[in-house]
């Protein structure tokens, strides 16, 4: 078993090396992906983005309880001047990442997974 906060730390360097492998490794075939105002699903359209979006995470703070993480992090393109302050939400089993939902407030992250303030972890 890995533990949760590994898995989605594994995911966010594989995403920073813009490995795809790497991500299609920690994730389940048919991952869910959850963004503001929008759905997707499978490997396919989770490497379209690791390929295209040359994103850079660097996470601040960590929430994380049973099968559930969530990772407060500043998101930055590549070869782009700013930052966005994002919070992405992971849910797996004792394998793989089969949830991945993004979004723009903490408080919508902890309504999408259940978790709060006091799950905060060092």
Known sequence: ?????????RFTDYVN???VD???????HNVELISPG???????????WVKESGMQLETVNKYAKGN??????LAKKRGQS??????NYFEMDDKKIHRIGRF???????GESGLSE???VE
């Open 118 to 120: 006091s799950d905060q």
């Open 68 to 73: 559930r993480v969530i990772f407060e992090q």
């Open 1 to 9: 078993m890995i533990e949760p906060i590994k898995l989605a730390e």
């Open 104 to 110: 723009d407030e903490l408080d919508e992250a902890f």
């Open 82 to 87: 700013g930052e966005s302050h994002i919070f």
């Open 22 to 28: 790497g991500v299609l490794s920690v994730t389940d």
């Open 17 to 19: 090396a813009q490995d």
């Open 38 to 48: 929008k759905s997707a699903a499978g490997h396919e359209t989770l490497a379209e």
